[in-house]
């Protein structure tokens, strides 16, 4: 996943509530959360910085310098209390209200997103579908009915949405962001492979599948050339 852009200032940065994080460290914020999910559920009150690094994996030395942003060091010979990180990760994350999401294009990413129950548990709550093709508009989809595109900028307004996901193809991204925009939404999560433009304040953030491949595909070239001794250009 990358990010097209930064918006607006947004909240105070470098308060107690809201930490100036370096964009690093917001990245890798949801892994630590994750991570810490996971070893509340296997019954740990605490974790080590060793541990929670590899459960999220990370070194220890990034992951105790990425909580001590949050002015969390731990306790020495103790570790960390996983219930505190993990409220105190998700009041930064913003994971302490249910966010609505709309999501735009219900063909087979957008119907397979649509049904994914996991986004409840991380914060989310998929509020809403929408598509152009009358075809798709009615279908019952994980108890929701999808609806025509021209009742999005309503709705958005109606279900308080917080945030847009576009899956639809590339050509229709640009003006589905437009609709979001004009409506309210400030946060985008794009799975059209296309850039989008958006007006400052808007944060944008890009997953491309076909990119995430071709970048593996580089590592499997170098590891193939190493082994061969050949020389890669």
Do not use: W
Not at 3 to 21: A, C, I, K, M, V
Not at 130 to 150: K, P, W, Y
């Amino acid at each position: 996943m990358s990010q097209q852009r930064t918006g607006g200032p947004g909240n105070t940065p470098g308060s107690p509530d809201f930490p100036d994080l370096p964009e690093a460290t917001v990245a890798r914020l949801p892994e630590y959360l994750r991570a810490l999910h996971a070893l509340a559920e296997a019954g740990h009150d605490t974790a080590s910085s060793e541990a929670l690094a590899a459960a999220a994996g990370v070194n220890s030395a990034k992951l105790r310098k990425d909580l001590s942003h949050l002015g969390s060091n731990g306790t020495r010979g103790v570790g960390y209390n996983v219930d505190r990180l993990i409220r105190q990760i998700e009041h930064v994350l913003g994971l302490t209200v249910l966010r609505a999401v709309a999501l735009v294009g219900i063909g087979n990413l957008g119907h397979a997103l649509a049904g994914y129950a996991g986004f409840a548990n991380r914060g989310f709550h998929i509020a809403a579908l929408f598509d152009a093709d009358q075809e798709l508009v009615g279908r019952l989809i994980n108890g929701l009915t999808v609806r025509h595109i021209s009742d999005l900028a309503a709705t958005v307004v109606e279900e308080k949405i917080a945030i847009g996901v576009i899956a639809t193809p590339a050509h229709a991204a640009q003006a589905v962001a437009d609709i979001l925009v004009t409506s309210g939404v400030t946060s985008i999560l794009n799975f059209a492979p296309c850039v989008l433009s958006v007006p400052e304040g808007v944060d944008v953030r890009k997953v491309d599948v076909a990119v995430e491949l071709q970048i593996l595909s580089f590592h499997e070239h170098r590891k193939a050339a190493a082994l061969t001794g050949a020389v890669t250009l």
